[in-house]
């Protein structure tokens, strides 16, 4: 596709139910990532990608958290039994070439609230 | 471990304005690149640049520029002549330059605000 696209871009569910959140990158990009930005913050890495690998995974925050790259392409990000604080914007980034060369691209991001 | 600090945490100014934003890094890597995006209200973070670790030369673009210092680990980032569409958060970023994928470090952004 042109872009990073990610699906849904809005998200209310209630805490303790499970959630997956999609993310299509660029047609080609090998190197996937997945950040957090709680509101008002920086953005937190989650783990990356490179093809269906995932060489880092140091900043899923629990073992409520898992991802997983099928094909090379699409990945998903599943968090179970959510929490409020879980509460934030989830980031969906790719990149061309292993060493980011030209920086990521990012897509617009998924909106959980956990109520 | 590297580490990027943006110190400020919100600027305000009235437009036209010129605003440099902060950004300091630490990192072990002898190589790396740093970079800064833009975060729009819209949400969609936006490419801004990419320097080098082993280029210290400044960038200019249009009324961007850039001010990579290496001896301070200094990345600073000045917009001349603000305007209105220059609000938004504004990020650095800093990774390694070596094989494989690598996660960007990213600073805690500066929200900044152009008053008309």
């Known amino acids: 596709g042109a872009g990073v696209s990610q699906s849904p871009s809005n998200k209310v569910t209630e805490k303790g139910k499970d959630v997956e959140l999609r993310c299509d990158p660029i047609s080609g990009h090998t190197a996937l990532y997945w950040y957090r930005q709680s509101l008002g913050q920086g953005l937190e890495f989650l783990i990356y990608f490179q093809g269906n690998s995932a060489p880092d995974k140091s900043g899923l925050p629990s073992d409520r958290f898992s991802a997983e790259r099928t094909g090379g392409s699409v990945s998903t990000l599943t968090i179970q039994r959510t929490q409020q604080e879980d509460s934030a914007v989830y980031l969906c980034?790719?990149?061309?070439?292993?060493?980011?060369?030209?920086?990521?691209?990012f897509g617009s991001g998924t909106r959980l609230t956990v109520v | 471990a590297q580490k990027v600090t943006q110190a400020q945490t919100e600027i305000s100014v009235v437009e036209k304005e010129d605003v440099t934003l902060d950004c300091v890094y630490e990192t072990r890597d002898t190589t790396y690149y740093l970079f800064w995006y833009k975060q729009p209200p819209s949400g969609e973070l936006v490419f801004l640049i990419r320097r080098n670790s082993f280029d210290e030369q400044n960038e200019i673009s249009g009324r961007y520029s850039w001010n990579f210092q290496k001896s301070t680990s200094s990345f600073n980032f000045t917009i001349t002549a603000s305007q209105v569409v220059d609000s938004a958060v504004y990020f650095c970023a800093l990774r390694p330059i070596i094989q494989g994928a690598q996660k960007l470090v990213f600073g805690q952004g500066t929200r900044l605000t152009i008053n008309p």
């Open positions: 980034a790719s990149s061309s070439r292993d060493r980011g060369r030209y920086g990521y691209t």
